[in-house]
């Protein structure tokens, strides 16, 4: 575990088969291997590896939902979501477990289930305000924004550290003069030492809801400092994504284009992609309405269909790696992945904006797909991430000179994807 940890993989892949051998009956060990496969990015070994435990101890949870997990990352959506249901079957008077069940629904686009089991969570436990936290977020995915409002506010009771719920709750709705936040929220930002992590939400929820009332200079001014405060909590380089979107000019050139084999021609995947809040969204939404297209929403699965080729999770051998893919095999791995969604229309929607990176491999892999490119103004498009605080990804998004030098590297690629 401490090898892991320390991301010393290949020496605790070592560590977990002797252990192995000294307790051929121990779950600990499969559960150890198997997040070591993970981290080395061999998924398949991962699965087969689960499958094997699982058939031995059919009941454990930590079993059922590595399996789970082990299939979503090898593209078995199908099985993951049978097992799925068993697992939360197994979980129902287990709120622990029931959220750890939830969190794979989540990451499998099932929101109803998620939903499921968030509520079946509070009814267990109906105080933790985690476990509230996270059904709020269940019904903003389900459309019920009026209950979710209503969760936060009973979460910041509960716990009035949790500075999420805080700005979560900002952004359900426009604030008006008359109901708004921004008293009770400047007051829990005073309490707060300088630097504290709840700095940021509760800026970017002032922010909100200042915008909200038409005050944009003080809005914009608490945006930049809930900006800066995150910004400087992260470990990140704009130049390392600036280089990459460099190289994969160059690795994936007019010699690529011209020589690389390419995939027979399988209609039925349409890209939506762009940076964020460019408006995929929307056009995902757009396409879906025809009665021949279905949206996958958000998924990974060209990535990983990519890792599961190249055997890396690190983004530099990766990239490498990936102009020696085979084209025909990359596609008909990501089809069969998006086919175990259970979609069975004629056309399929992936709304994934990062697979802008992937356009060269998209082209070859799928010559018969669409690829819909959404653009905004710079401007525009920058200040809609910059006023966004997001749950994960885009670190470039908190500083303005960052936001610049990525958007130049963004529209080079673009530039050279539609040259090519």
């Not at 709750?169 to 005073?190: P, V, Y």
């Not at 809801?209 to 200079?217: F, K, M, R, S, V």
Request: a neutral charge; hydrophobic letters at 40%.
């Amino acid at each position: 575990m401490q090898l892991l940890g320390r991301q010393r993989v290949a020496e605790a892949v070592q560590a977990c088969l002797a252990f192995a051998r000294a307790n051929p009956d121990s779950i600990d060990a499969v559960l150890l291997l198997g997040k070591a496969r993970q981290m080395q990015g061999r998924f398949e070994d991962m699965l087969k590896l689960s499958e094997t435990a699982l058939r031995r101890n059919p009941r454990d949870p930590d079993l059922q939902l590595q399996f789970v997990e082990a299939c979503q990352f090898c593209g078995r959506h199908d099985r993951a979501l049978e097992q799925l249901a068993q697992a939360e079957r197994s979980a129902r008077n287990h709120a622990g477990l029931l959220q750890k069940v939830a969190k794979l629904y989540v990451k499998g686009g099932k929101y109803e289930g998620a939903h499921r089991c968030y509520l079946r969570a509070t009814e267990l436990d109906g105080n933790n305000p985690h476990y509230l936290h996270n059904l709020a977020s269940s019904f903003i995915f389900m459309g019920d924004l009026t209950q979710a409002e209503h969760t936060y506010a009973k979460v910041i009771a509960l716990a009035p550290d949790h500075y999420d719920a805080w700005h979560n709750r900002s952004t359900l709705r426009k604030q008006t003069a008359d109901s708004n936040h921004i008293r009770e929220l400047e007051q829990a930002l005073n309490s707060l030492a300088p630097g504290h992590a709840g700095e940021t939400p509760l800026c970017y929820a002032l922010a909100k809801e200042y915008e909200d009332l038409g005050e944009y200079e003080l809005a914009f001014s608490w945006m930049q400092r809930g900006a800066g405060v995150h910004r400087r909590r992260l470990a990140y380089d704009v130049r390392t994504d600036v280089s990459m979107m460099q190289r994969i000019a160059e690795l994936f050139d007019r010699a690529y284009a011209d020589n690389a084999g390419a995939a027979p021609v399988r209609p039925g995947p349409i890209f939506v992609l762009g940076l964020p809040r460019s408006g995929t969204t929307l056009v995902d939404r757009i396409i879906s309405s025809h009665s021949k297209a279905e949206s996958a929403g958000e998924i990974d699965d060209f990535a990983m269909a990519m890792t599961r080729l190249c055997w890396s999770l690190d983004k530099r051998q990766l990239l490498e790696a990936s102009v020696r893919v085979d084209p025909d095999r990359l596609g008909q791995s990501y089809l069969r992945s998006v086919a175990s969604y259970g979609l069975n229309k004629p056309y399929f929607i992936d709304k994934t904006p990062i697979n802008y990176l992937y356009i060269g491999l998209i082209a070859k892999a799928l010559p018969g797909a669409a690829i819909v490119h959404l653009r905004r103004h710079p401007v525009d498009s920058c200040l809609a991430m910059y006023r966004t605080l997001f749950q994960a990804g885009y670190p470039f998004s908190y500083d303005l000179d960052e936001l610049a030098e990525y958007y130049i590297a963004y529209d080079a690629l673009m530039r050279h994807w539609q040259a090519l």
